[in-house]
């Protein structure tokens, strides 16, 4: 299996997510881990799939 490219780390308030080859930290702070989101980031990468899970996440911190 290969190395992830991002994953999700816990740190203090919830969740970010780690980009290994960029080695910064990628898209908010979210309370729940993105596991949808990790899931395309690593897959396919679709644009309209991630701006769709981008806007339900967002949502669900408020």
């Known amino acids: 299996m290969s190395r992830r490219r991002y994953v999700a780390r816990g740190v203090p308030g919830g969740y970010r997510i780690w980009d290994n080859r960029g080695r910064r930290?990628?898209?908010?702070?979210?309370?729940?881990?993105?596991?949808?989101?990790l899931a395309e980031l690593n897959g396919g990468a679709d644009r309209e799939r991630l701006t769709a899970l981008l806007k339900l996440t967002r949502a669900q911190k408020r």
């Open 25 to 37: 930290w990628w898209g908010d702070l979210y309370q729940l881990c993105p596991d949808d989101l």
